[in-house]
């Protein structure tokens, strides 16, 4: 059944003019403004670091060596898509922050999305190494984290490309 008072509602909306600073959704009885109570806050360069140290650390709890691990094409990921694991496209080793232990010793640098971050004095070429031992490593990156934690929000180190918000 047509509804005469919602459509003169409706041509009321349409022929409003929007350049005024009136809601153009004030024909609709009962509908109201709020202002937001919660706002997502996006995390800081240092929280993003923090947190990518600290999601290393998790993994290294269930590890009992260094070793990186491997995969075959076809096996399945941990990626899920559609309910459903995803299997890798080509044979291949898992990207950490260190690399596979040569002798006793492991190399390693601090990672974000897979770039490495670049700290005052080194090269990019270098990177750090540590005994090929994996609670002397986790030790080695608390260190770290810590020390990254009391570093100024404006330090260098934060002002990788890749650390920075994307505008949209």
């Given at each position: ?10 041509e009321n909306l349409k022929t409003q003019n ?151």
């Open positions: 059944m047509f509804n005469k008072n919602k459509f003169k509602k409706m929007t350049n005024t600073n009136t809601n153009i959704f004030s024909v609709i009885n009962g509908l109201g403004i709020v202002e937001n109570k919660t706002i997502v806050k996006s995390k800081t360069p240092k929280e993003k670091l923090i947190d990518t140290i600290d999601s290393e650390l998790r993994i290294l709890e269930s590890r009992d060596n260094l070793n990186l691990k491997t995969h075959k094409k076809g096996d399945l990921s941990n990626v899920k898509r559609n309910g459903e694991f995803l299997p890798y496209s080509k044979d291949g080793i898992e990207n950490r922050f260190w690399n596979n232990p040569i002798g006793n010793e492991v190399t390693f640098n601090i990672k974000y999305k897979g770039y490495k971050m670049r700290f005052d004095n080194i090269e990019s070429n270098q990177s750090f190494k540590v005994e090929n031992n994996i609670e002397t490593f986790k030790s080695t990156l608390k260190n770290m984290r810590d020390i990254i934690n009391e570093l100024d929000d404006s330090n260098s180190v934060f002002q990788h490309k890749v650390l920075q918000k994307k505008s949209k």
